[in-house]
């Protein structure tokens, strides 16, 4: 029997990474949809039809306003959507950079957390490496059997802040940290999920390393043949964690 | 509706324009009677005409009873000749005490008053005079003026002619400001401010601080303190809750929506910067959006809500002198207004708002028509002819603008000023690229000095580009050319399925005045072509090239011009905003620093896009064909047009000069908005593939005068009416329209049958677009701006009349000098320079500012990293889609230095090493199936009164074509800029800055599966290194002279082997070579540059063989030259590989072998590696 996963790629108004989410849930098994906010407006769908909503990297009004901020906006007032309450009925959302600035305005960590621009006030594209800390978020599928990995991180603004130190655990909990805190994140946070564990936000970008030959150090294999990249395991694991319809 | 009263006492030709705006809808006002001063005037019969009641010679009592009778709001004159009373006036006046009669006067008040204005004006020796509308005071033309626009009457010969300039200007006028008098919007205003709630987020205080150090390198950041805050300024229809603007705008963890209590005891030093009117503000228009999506308003209604962003700075510091710098620097004058604070205005500020004042409290006054100006060239004189071109920067030279009287001569009328403009953007030399097609007449000594290689150039070229460019290319026919040369960029198929298309741009001139704009706008231009190549491709990689003058200029410079640091910075930043945002991986690139750049820097910006080789259900099916139907719609897409970047083109046909006041007023500036283009292009590919349109190009240079007129080639005429325009401010007359280069703008060519369907889609996804008129067939581009037509341009003499250049060029080489040096230099040191020299130091600090993942297709990216090292690559690669084996790799040479000698060499080498790099990554070469591609982009100083330069240009022509003829490598597309001189002071000095003759050559190949692409460090200790190629390099023209190392070697300029070439290259780029290990080129700082770079990404070792580096001479470490490759195999392979390449007549030796030690040896040398790699990164910015 085939099993029905669904995953929901957003895209729109200046997010640029949904070709490759795209395919990494495809590849990890989940029948896969890109959907422009456009098309969501047109014809409303209900999120009982999805299993895994992604809100990939990009630059939705470029920036404009503080990252995601204006994207956050459509989601709650457009379309409405609940995304609290689709993952207490077991959905899964993921939101990679500007997805999980979108995710960080629109509310699901809390009000008191806020990614702020890079403390060196740059944009950092480099590989980096992570380490995994799923004690803290054992309920969450997306980090499971994964201890350290390496990604790439392409942001401006990915260091995150609180407004007090208590909501840390509480209303949020981190599970993915940089090795050399490249942003000046709080605690070197590079990940967090939500309360359910099944909202999860990281502003390194998972799909960027699907296939080894993402990786720098691909080209020191003497005979070159691509492999799986880390990346992918996240992807695999929403699989395995995300209901089926 | 609210209601007026005329009184007029002539022919009434205003009244009659007022009656005819009101059936129209342009005023929205009950005319309610015409009240006559003489009873038989034109005026009553017109009423009549109209069935309007008229009072005939009535006495202001009679007048007055009338009004109040009739509740007439507004007393309009129209040719009343009858000076009112000042009881009267008084007698009408608002709760505000304005007078409420209105008035037209054929002047700008307060020039002129009285009768006649016209004809004061025409023999006052004015260049223009205009219209204004006031209202009515006793004494006669002094009322307050309302409203005023102004037309320029050069060339005109006659009062009369003025009169018939004016009046229809006086008509439109007149009632768009009765209009907005009588139907004023209800609108509230609000304002809100975001305070960093601590200083170490303040990133706009250490943005600015970082760019003002930059731009004054004389001061440090002791000497001064900024805080900035943001201000939001939203002028609306809708009531909006201050909570829904907190909920919008205010970050609770990083803002404060009140300012800190200091900011309120030292108002004076705070200074507001808010943006002109329409100069493109993204904030604003984000947030226009973001409350029409919370008010739940519709999202195509741009009117009801507008908004500002501007920024406040609090400059605290305890010198004036500082100050006024900080402050002077705070704003552009050309997109910024800028207001400082007493105590009584900061208080006020929110009731007051800064950026929206001089839109909304006047009514503003536009949209008219100049355009029916006439320019009668006839009777014209040379001098007069060429002042006529200078005063209206149109750039045409003498002959060009004889070609114009003559053509207008015969046609027996006069041009109008539109024509006018859209000739000059035709016939510019950014457009039309008249150098590279004119004459050439070329001349040598018998005898080159010793030291130069021998070139053949023959003695007359007609059309540089066809005798070598193209010739290149029609001599070496691909089955895998799909479209070279006539589209937006050349077009490669790459699998049976994907094209592949390429294009690289320059963009100079803006970079020079405004580097963020500048870069940003060029990066979203070329974007845009790949946009518009074929029928539509989809952006897939950057690439960037950098010449600027090196730092040490930063406080040695000439007037007017910026410090190279800043802008190197301006450019990165902006091809940082216009490339990450818009979603494309930067993915290869070059940074060359010279002093030659200091005037103007050159600012190269590439895309490559990908398009389906054939799409069944679109209207012209293969990718390439460009096609246009009778009829089909003219439709802009994208931005709107503002004032930014009126007279682009001809700008840059100019030389730079800070002292030229035409020069420094024109509204060159650009500014970007990659959020809309980003919009545009996911609309454009999701209409491509639907078929909604026929065939696409780009709004760049020209505006819609270019794209239009360009693309009316293909169906041999257009009608193209400006009346519609989506406008970002009001006031651009329509010639402003038909050239403004405002960005983010494509113009799509739509079949009737899916216009509702793609305006449909294009609303849908948050694009406007607009139908501006249609394609014809009648030979014949016509453009039309409410109603009347203001440009009607025979297409062939358009693209065909211009006339042919004839240049002479003369080249005198200089002897090649013996630099004997003072004191031997060692090794060591001449290693350590070159490798923290400017040119090859480690790019980082700029690389890691660019996306290079994005898509998540690419390959190789501009630097290894791995964890805290990087080596640098020689070419950037991207798969096709994630799904693909295919990857597109591209790579650059470019080596201006040896144009200081001569420019043959200079493209020759530039050619050879763009080539290797991208062999030295994988590329495929050497069958007739192997795709590889070249584009070629000059940058030249003006050749045209010089006969060294059209010298160098020839040379380089001839070099390029050699090169690429004996590889058999086709050009696909190019690009040339011309005229890159500054002309300027310093120290009180007249100076002249020409940028060294620079050829960017391109090159793009294919990696036909993953495991041929290839890196350029160093894998594994064991490894060994041989060199393959000539090795016949030289010290002359390379980095190691460039740094001022001197050296007793003999000096002769590198020569070429191209069969060598050939040769080495087929294997290189044969399958064969996938064993190799690591490869990269021979070229900026030599062998023991290559070899170092090779080993910081692992931090290895290297020990040269023995052999080799007792014997190895300055020229051997350290010299430079031609189709020479480092590469490292595995010792199992090494025997093997060695017998492979003698038998294949490959020269090759063996270097050494890496280590695992990290140390390089030499013979009695030995560096550490991390020594070294310190050296290379010393200016990167402590970026890992």
């Not at chain 1, 950092?124 to 978020?137: C, F, H, T, Y």
């Not at chain 2, 905003?577 to 290869?588: L, V, Y």
Request: glycine letters at 8%; aromatic letters at 8%; charged letters at 25%.
């Amino acid at each position: 029997m085939s099993v029905n996963k669904t995953a929901w790629v957003i895209t729109g108004d200046g997010i640029n990474c949904e070709e490759e989410t795209a395919y990494a849930c495809k590849l990890a098994g989940f029948k896969t949809t890109i959907i422009h906010f456009s098309e969501l407006l047109k014809s409303p769908r209900k999120l009982d039809d999805c299993s895994l909503l992604v809100i990939p990297g990009g630059f939705s009004f470029g920036d404009e306003l503080g990252s995601g901020r204006v994207f956050a906006l459509k989601l709650k007032y457009q379309l409405g959507w609940d995304l609290p309450a689709f993952a207490r009925d077991g959905g899964l959302v993921l939101g990679i950079c500007n997805g999980f600035q979108v995710l960080v305005a629109l509310g699901v960590f809390g009000e008191g957390v806020a990614l702020a621009h890079n403390e060196s006030g740059r944009f950092i594209n480099q590989w980096v490496e992570l380490k995994a800390e799923r004690s803290r978020a054992f309920d969450s599928p997306y980090l499971k059997g994964i201890a350290a990995i390496s990604l790439p991180i392409r942001h401006g603004e990915g260091r995150l802040l609180v407004s007090s130190p208590s909501q840390v655990g509480s209303s949020f909990t981190p599970c993915l940290f940089y090795e050399n805190n490249p942003n000046g994140s709080l605690d070197s946070i590079a990940g967090i999920t939500d309360p359910t564990g099944r909202i999860f936000g990281l502003m390194p970008h998972p799909e960027a390393f699907i296939r080894g030959s993402q990786h720098p150090g691909f080209f020191r294999n003497e005979d070159r043949k691509d492999t799986v990249g880390d990346g992918f395991k996240i992807f695999e694991n929403a699989f395995k964690g995300a209901r089926s319809l | 509706m609210k209601r007026i009263l005329v009184l007029a006492s002539g022919r009434g030709s205003n009244f009659k324009a007022l009656l005819e705006a009101k059936a129209r809808g342009t005023l929205r006002a009950n005319i309610f009677a015409l009240g006559v001063s003489k009873k038989d005037c034109g005026a009553v019969a017109i009423a009549k005409s109209y069935g309007l009641p008229v009072i005939v010679e009535p006495t202001e009592d009679v007048l007055l009873d009338t009004i109040r009778d009739n509740q007439i709001d507004l007393v309009v004159l129209a040719g009343y000749m009858k000076i009112l009373s000042k009881s009267f006036i008084d007698a009408l006046r608002d709760t505000n005490g304005d007078s409420r009669i209105i008035n037209i006067h054929p002047s700008l008040l307060p020039s002129f008053p009285g009768k006649d204005s016209y004809t004061q004006a025409f023999t006052a020796g004015v260049k223009e005079t205009g219209v204004t509308v006031h209202r009515v005071e006793a004494a006669v033309d002094s009322g307050p003026i309302i409203a005023q626009r102004s037309f320029s009457f050069v060339g005109l010969k006659s009062a009369t002619e003025v009169e018939e300039l004016g009046l229809p200007i006086e008509h439109e006028l007149y009632a768009i400001t009765l209009d907005q008098l009588l139907n004023p919007k209800k609108q509230m205003h609000y304002r809100i401010e975001l305070y960093p709630k601590s200083r170490d987020l303040d990133q706009g205080a250490a943005r600015f601080t970082s760019d003002f150090l930059r731009e004054n390198p004389d001061l440090d950041d002791e000497s001064f303190r900024i805080e900035t805050a943001k201000a939001y300024t939203i002028t609306s229809q809708h009531e909006i809750s201050p909570l829904i603007l907190k909920e919008i705008l205010l970050n609770s963890v990083l803002d404060a929506d009140h300012a800190p209590t200091e900011w309120k005891n030292t108002s004076e030093s705070i200074y507001e910067r808010s943006y002109r009117p329409g100069m493109t503000d993204n904030a604003a228009r984000a947030l226009e959006e973001a409350i029409r999506i919370r008010l739940g308003l519709d999202p195509s209604d741009h009117e009801s809500i507008r908004a500002a962003r501007s920024d406040l700075f609090k400059v605290e510091t305890k010198n004036e002198k500082i100050k006024s710098r900080i402050v002077k620097s705070i704003a552009h004058p050309l997109l910024h207004f800028v207001k400082n604070f007493t105590q009584e205005t900061w208080d006020e500020r929110a009731t007051s708002p800064v950026g929206l004042k001089s839109q909304t409290t006047k009514p503003s006054v536009s949209e008219l028509s100049s355009a029916e100006e006439l320019y009668s060239l006839t009777d014209l004189s040379d001098e007069a002819l060429l002042a006529l071109s200078k005063d209206n920067l149109w750039a045409l030279n003498l002959t060009e603008m004889k070609a114009v009287q003559g053509h207008y001569t015969r046609l027996e009328r006069a041009p109008t000023k539109a024509e006018m403009e859209v000739i000059a953007q035709t016939w510019s030399e950014h457009c039309k690229h008249k150098i590279f097609r004119g004459t050439i007449h070329y001349s040598e000594p018998s005898q080159l000095p010793e030291g130069y290689p021998a070139a053949k150039i023959p003695h007359e070229t007609k059309s540089l580009f066809k005798s070598t460019i193209k010739s290149v290319t029609d001599s070496n026919p691909k089955p895998w050319l799909l479209s070279v040369f006539s589209d937006n960029a050349g077009i490669l198929a790459f699998t049976p399925e994907d094209a592949v298309c390429i294009k690289v741009e320059t963009h100079n001139s803006p970079s020079a005045i405004d580097p963020f704009a500048g870069a940003i706008t060029g990066i979203g231009g070329v974007h845009r072509d790949i946009i518009g190549t074929g029928f539509g491709a989809k952006p897939i990689f950057n690439l960037d090239v950098f010449c600027v003058a090196p730092s040490k200029f930063d406080l040695d410079r000439p007037d007017g011009i910026l410090p190279p640091s800043r802008i190197l910075e301006g450019v990165r930043a902006g091809v940082e905003a216009g490339g990450n945002p818009a979603g494309i991986p930067t993915i290869a690139g070059a940074l060359v620093f010279d002093s030659s750049y200091l005037g103007k820097p050159l600012i190269f910006c590439g895309s490559g896009g990908l398009l389906p080789r054939s799409l069944v259900n679109h209207p012209v099916v293969q990718c390439e064909k460009k096609e246009i139907k009778p009829g089909d719609h003219i439709v802009m897409v994208g931005g709107r047009v503002g004032r930014d970047g009126i007279h682009g083109a001809t700008f840059s046909s100019l030389a730079l000069d800070t002292s030229d006041p035409a020069l420094a007023n024109a509204t060159v500036v650009q500014l970007g908005d990659p959020f809309t283009q980003k919009r545009a292009l996911d609309f454009i590919l999701k209409a491509r593939d639907q078929g909604l349109f026929r065939t696409l190009t780009d709004n760049g240079a020209g505006g819609l005068s270019s794209s239009v007129g360009e693309l009316a080639t293909l169906s041999n005429g257009a009608r193209l009416d400006l009346t519609h325009t989506p406008l970002k401010a009001l006031g651009l007359r329509p010639e402003e329209i038909l050239v403004s280069e405002s960005q983010e703008r494509m113009t799509v060519a739509v079949p009737p049958e899916s216009l509702d369907k793609f305006l449909e889609l294009s609303r849908d996804m948050n694009v406007e677009s607009t139908s501006l008129g249609t394609f014809t067939d009648n030979g014949v581009f016509q453009v039309l701006y409410q109603g009347k037509t203001i440009a009607e341009l025979d297409l062939e003499f358009l693209h065909e009349g211009c006339p042919d250049l004839t240049l002479s060029a003369k080249w005198e080489p200089t002897p090649l000098l013996p630099l004997t040096p003072k004191k031997a230099t060692s090794v060591g040191d001449a290693l350590t320079a070159l490798l923290s020299s400017e040119n090859i130091a480690s790019k980082a600090s700029l690389i890691s500012q660019y996306d290079h993942e994005v898509q998540g297709c690419s390959l190789l990216k501009p630097e290894t990293q791995i964890g805290e090292h990087r080596s640098p690559n020689q070419s950037g690669a991207v798969l096709l889609r994630p799904d693909s084996k295919v990857s597109v790799v591209v790579g650059v040479g470019i080596l201006p230095e040896y144009s200081r000698y001569d420019a043959y060499t200079m493209a020759e080498a530039s050619l050879d090493e763009a080539v290797r790099n991208v062999l030295s990554s994988g590329a495929e070469y050497g069958t007739p199936e192997s795709v590889l591609a070249l584009l070629d982009n000059f940058c030249w100083p003006d050749p045209v009164h010089n006969e060294k330069y059209a010298a160098d240009l020839v040379r380089a022509g001839y070099g390029l074509k050699t090169a690429a003829n004996a590889l058999g490598l086709p050009f696909v597309s190019g690009k040339d800029s011309m005229k890159n001189d500054f002309r300027g002071n310093q120290n009180g000095k007249p100076v002249k800055i020409s940028v060294l003759p620079t050829v960017l050559v391109t090159a793009l190949g294919r990696i036909s599966d993953v495991s041929h692409a290839r890196t350029s460090e160093f894998k594994t200790a064991g490894d060994s290194v041989f060199l393959i190629g000539p090795r016949k390099f030289s010290l002359t023209g390379s980095q190691f002279e460039r740094i001022g190392l001197t050296h007793p070697e003999s000096r002769h300029l590198p020569a070429s082997n191209w069969g060598l070439a050939k040769r080495i290259y087929s294997w290189m780029g044969s399958h064969r070579s996938g064993i190799l290990r690591s490869c990269s080129d021979i070229s900026e700082g030599g062998v023991l540059t290559a070899v170092s770079e090779s080993l910081f990404a692992y931090g290895l070792g290297f020990k040269f063989d023995s052999n080799w580096a007792d014997e190895a001479s300055m020229t051997d470490l350290f010299g430079e030259g031609f189709h020479t490759f480092l590469v490292s195999v595995s010792k199992e392979n090494e025997t093997e590989l060695a017998r492979e390449w003698f038998e294949s007549g490959l020269p090759f030796t063996k270097l050494g072998e890496v280590t695992s030690q990290p140390r390089l040896g030499l013979g009695r040398h030995s560096f550490s590696t991390h020594e070294l790699e310190t050296a290379w990164r010393s200016r990167s910015g402590g970026v890992v």
